[in-house]
């Protein structure tokens, strides 16, 4: 019996605790401020500094009012900048580059082919040996053309990125000018 008295007490002692309220208490953390959301200015990469001692909640205005402006002067969008660019003429796809160069190679096989034939005695079998050596010929030349014109499209590619990449950067820094024009206008300084 007494085992069970204090299985029973054991068990029934942290509910009385926590009734009585009193021994078993919670630590509360200290309060936290939730982080500040990045401003308008952070966001776009340009430092902000109230030189004039205005106010977190001004300035938050006055970064929104000077966004909403430079939006509006510069006709650029800065959370959505998409490149200016032209498109680039279209190369022909490299399986056509060169085409007919193993029948042109053939071609210019045979006559040599007969050419030497006729000198030996024999031109059709000299036009039957130089249409193939001919036409390997000129399945080396395709091969070749295919790789030049691939190597030209990737060389437009990497050109056409890089184009993107700058007219992204030039529009960004447009706008930024506006920007800082705008919140110097209101007494801060932009760095």
């Known amino acids: 019996m007494q085992h069970i008295i204090r299985r029973f007490s054991l ?56 966004f909403a402006w430079a939006k509006t002067q510069t006709g650029i969008d800065p959370m959505a900048i998409k490149p200016q660019t032209q498109p680039a003429p279209q190369a022909p796809p490299p399986e056509q580059a060169g085409g007919g160069e193993r029948a042109r190679g053939a071609l210019r096989g045979a006559a040599a082919g007969a050419a030497i034939g006729a000198v030996a005695g024999d031109t059709g079998n000299g036009a039957a040996v130089g249409a193939v050596a001919g036409t390997m010929a000129g399945g080396a030349r395709k091969r070749q053309a295919q790789q030049q014109a691939g190597a030209q499209q990737q060389q437009e590619q990497q050109a056409a990125a890089q184009q993107a990449q700058a007219s992204i950067a030039q529009q960004k820094a447009t706008y930024n000018k506006a920007f800082a024009a705008c919140m110097e206008g209101k007494g801060y300084t932009v760095k």
Not at 14 to 42: C, D, E, K, N
Not at 48 to 60: E, G, I, R, Y
């Open 11 to 66: 068990l029934a002692t942290p509910f009385v605790l926590l009734a009585s309220g009193g021994v078993v208490a919670q630590q509360s953390a200290p309060p936290t401020t939730p982080p500040a959301a990045p401003s308008l200015s952070s966001s776009l990469g340009v430092f902000v500094f109230p030189a004039k001692n205005q106010s977190a909640q001004v300035q938050q205005g006055d970064e929104g009012s000077c």
